[in-house]
């Protein structure tokens, strides 16, 4: 094992670009480098797999049939997601980008109508919004790469949006207290993506539960590994009914795991058209078990995460973000902050990557693999970020698959350290 040791100390006081040629030099081999890909995705579970077989065996592979009496896997998803979350009913649909569109589209809104969104997310949550013909109105972040509450009540008054569509971008939840205060009194519905944080709570509740809506991903690289899926949770009858409808039930409503009653499905079932959103059968059965097991897998997570940031600590350039007391997280990764100049800082990307360790940064010029940020979206009214641009100009973020040992995480720290270090 490269463990730091005489030479990780000696290395450290070397320049960035000794690090990048470390690898032709025999004099360096001996640095820590973690011999493992931070890109792997754990293999599924063995029961996720048998699930997913009996399913391909069976040829049922839609999540409607006129065969199902027992319920299919995607209605046994939504009825386990419904309880998870303590929700009257979830809808599971295609993928998380499909949820969120489906939420604000079974709310009434369309073209012309503004959506608030914080400017710290994804692609696909700008784009549900766009996907629904209506304008994004993006909100600063702070330095803890929460949501900006001044930046947020300056867009309720001043843009007068009808939701806003708030992300936990990277498991970074915001004062929910005051953004549900500040929801009610504007009038304004709040819907949360919460594609990084299936499991996180805020005063013990989870989020996807502040506002009319909370949607979630089953992407590869999420808590839960369907490929692609996402699910929409929430208590409202007619935002159930509606998003059921449009993910394109085929009149077979009643097969869902938490369908609404008759009379409210039909109040809808005319005027909704069918975008064919659906999850399939194999995508369920691969979540479904997965579901089983997400506390322990969130609290290793949990260890891999608090061991990594507790190895940067003391970092001169390096700041991590500070979590809300009331937050309990589900880290899938870590992000910190450099703050040096843009070429300084690749460099010591750099010098990582040779040793295993490959850090995205949003920083960027160009983006590169998850890592776009507002200005990189032409299809956004986008302007300057007093704060958040600040922030992401320096943001790096680590991915953390979750069957690291506790050594993986600190050959990462000492490879982290060695290049940040002076
Ligand atoms: C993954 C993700 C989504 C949804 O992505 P899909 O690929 O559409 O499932 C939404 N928001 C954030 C912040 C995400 O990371």
């Not at 504007?186 to 805020?202: F, P, R, S």
């Not at 975008?275 to 194999?282: D, I, K």
Request: charged fraction near 20%; include cysteine; glycine fraction near 8%.
């Amino acid at each position: 094992m490269q463990r730091t040791g005489p030479r990780f100390l000696n290395l450290a006081c070397l320049p960035a670009q000794v690090f990048m040629k470390a690898e032709a030099h025999p004099a360096f081999m001996h640095g820590p480098r973690l011999r493992r890909a931070l890109t792997s995705v754990p293999p599924l579970p063995k029961d996720a797999l048998e699930a997913a077989a009996s399913v391909l065996a069976s040829g049922h592979l839609f999540r409607y049939g006129e065969h199902a009496a027992e319920g299919t896997w995607v209605a046994r998803l939504e009825r386990a997601f419904a309880e998870h979350l303590g929700a009257r009913f979830a809808v599971a649909v295609n993928s998380g980008g499909s949820a969120i569109h489906l939420a604000m589209r079974s709310l009434g809104l369309g073209q012309g109508d503004v959506v608030a969104m914080n400017a710290f997310t994804l692609a696909p949550v700008p784009g549900a919004v766009e996907h629904l013909g209506a304008t994004v109105a993006l909100v600063d972040i702070d330095e803890d790469l929460r949501c900006d509450l001044d930046d947020l009540k300056r867009c309720f008054v001043e843009q007068r949006p009808k939701a806003f569509l708030l992300s936990h971008m990277r498991g970074h939840v915001a004062d929910m207290d005051a953004i549900v205060a500040m929801c009610t009194a504007h009038d304004v519905a709040l819907i949360e993506d919460c594609a990084h944080t299936l499991g996180a709570t805020y005063d013990g509740k989870p989020t996807g539960r502040f506002g009319i809506a909370g949607c979630f991903s089953l992407q590869t690289w999420k808590q839960i590994n369907a490929g692609e899926g996402g699910i929409l949770v929430t208590d409202d009858e007619d935002l159930a009914a509606r998003a059921i409808l449009a993910s394109g039930a085929y009149m077979l409503h009643a097969q869902h795991g938490t369908p609404p009653s008759e009379d409210v499905v039909q109040r809808w079932a005319a005027s909704t058209p069918n975008l064919s959103m659906r999850l399939n059968e194999v995508a369920a059965a691969v979540a479904l078990p997965q579901l089983a097991t997400l506390e322990e897998r969130n609290a290793r997570w949990r260890t891999i995460h608090d061991r990594f940031a507790a190895g940067l600590a003391n970092l001169p350039d390096l700041r991590l973000p500070v979590t809300l007391p009331k937050v309990l997280p589900a880290p899938t990764s870590l992000q910190f902050v450099a703050d040096l100049p843009a070429e300084v800082l690749q460099e010591k990307l750099d010098a990582c990557a040779e040793r295993g360790v490959p850090i995205k940064w949003f920083g960027r010029p160009t983006p590169l693999g998850f890592t776009s940020v507002h200005r990189h979206w032409g299809y956004v009214p986008t302007r300057p970020l007093p704060k958040g641009d600040a922030v992401l100009a320096g943001l790096c973020d680590v991915r953390l698959p979750g069957d690291l040992s506790d050594e993986d995480v600190d050959t990462i720290v000492a490879v982290v350290r060695l290049a940040f270090g002076h």
